[in-house]
């Protein structure tokens, strides 16, 4: 059985650039989802998926950010000209369900991302 | 609004000793509440749920009971051991919201030989 998973685990970038990370979720997990983490700090919500339709995103999420997930499998977040406020933990989480609250998420280790 | 407030830590303890971690919540409707824990270097795993008011979420000697009349959700364990050295996340997920989670802020364990 095999879990969410991430990649790359670590990133290291200067401002300005662009980064791209990639979420692998539960195979027949049809709902994938972004948070944010930042030291010392729980999980924020940035964005969900329902199969391939993003349904919400977070304030949180500015222009910079896009999110996609083409063929409802793996997901995509990119961060365009990135700044050092985006120095965090990007968390996918996935969970199989048609829509109950009550739903578990299975999270993946994370994204380490800093801009220098 | 949808929030979860937990105690601040960092909290010590010794091998064997009583553990509670205190969360409280607001929440429009009824919602569910999760504890995750983070073990150094590994991501957030469930440890337990609770998905209405008096349920009783168990897991590896951890407990917590879900309190509508309270607004609260604390994690109890009896004795704790080293390996339980983690972070510690209350979460809810309430109706109509999108299914995201609210997390508190963690509370950081150690337990000492």
């Known amino acids: 059985d095999t879990g969410v998973s991430q990649d790359p685990r670590h990133k290291i970038t200067k401002r300005g650039q662009n980064v791209t990370f990639r979420c692998d979720p539960i195979s027949e997990h049809n709902r994938l989802y972004w948070y944010r983490q930042t030291l010392g700090q729980g999980p924020e919500f940035l964005t969900y998926?329902?199969?391939?339709?993003?349904?919400?995103k977070s304030r949180l999420l500015s222009d910079r950010f896009s999110a996609e997930r083409p063929k409802g499998s793996f997901s995509t977040l990119e961060i365009q000209r990135t700044e050092q406020g985006d120095s965090a933990m990007y968390l996918c989480?996935?969970?199989?369900?048609?829509?109950?609250?009550?739903?578990?998420?299975?999270f993946g280790p994370g994204t380490r991302l800093l801009v220098l | 609004g949808n929030s979860v407030t937990q105690m601040e830590g960092p909290v010590t303890l010794s091998e064997e000793a009583f553990l509670t971690i205190n969360c409280t919540y607001t929440a429009t409707g009824y919602p569910s509440l999760f504890w995750y824990v983070q073990y150094p270097g590994e991501g957030l795993q469930l440890l337990l749920k609770?998905?209405?008011?008096?349920d009783k979420g168990s897991n590896k000697g951890f407990e917590a009971t879900y309190r509508k009349e309270t607004t609260s959700f604390h994690l109890e364990k009896g004795s704790v051991q080293v390996s339980d050295s983690a972070v510690y996340f209350c979460a809810l997920s309430a109706p109509n919201t999108g299914n995201q989670f609210y997390f508190g802020t963690g509370t950081s364990l150690t337990v000492i030989p």
């Open positions: 609770a998905t209405k008011a008096d």
């Open positions: 989480a996935s969970s199989l369900g048609s829509g109950e609250y009550q739903e578990t998420q299975y």
């Open positions: 998926f329902q199969n391939e339709a993003q349904l919400e």
